[in-house]
């Protein structure tokens, strides 16, 4: 299930960090950094999904 949560990290960050976390405060940290910049949404998400 990893594997597919890094999947949707890449392509699109906040719904790896959705399938992790669901709505919580690293799912809208995560949109807020992926509209800043969708390298910054990629790495936070994939910390996201290794640290847990």
């Known amino acids: 299930m990893d594997v597919i949560r890094i999947i949707f990290a ?3 960050p906040p719904v790896g ?3 992790q976390v ?3 405060l690293h799912f809208w940290l ?3 950094l992926t509209l800043l910049g ?3 949404g990629i790495i936070h998400a994939i ?3 290794a640290r847990r």
């Open 22 to 24: 669901g709505f919580g």
């Open 10 to 12: 890449i392509l699109l």
């Open 17 to 19: 960090v959705f399938l």
């Open 38 to 40: 969708y390298i910054p």
């Open 47 to 49: 910390w996201i999904i």
């Open 30 to 32: 995560n949109i807020l």
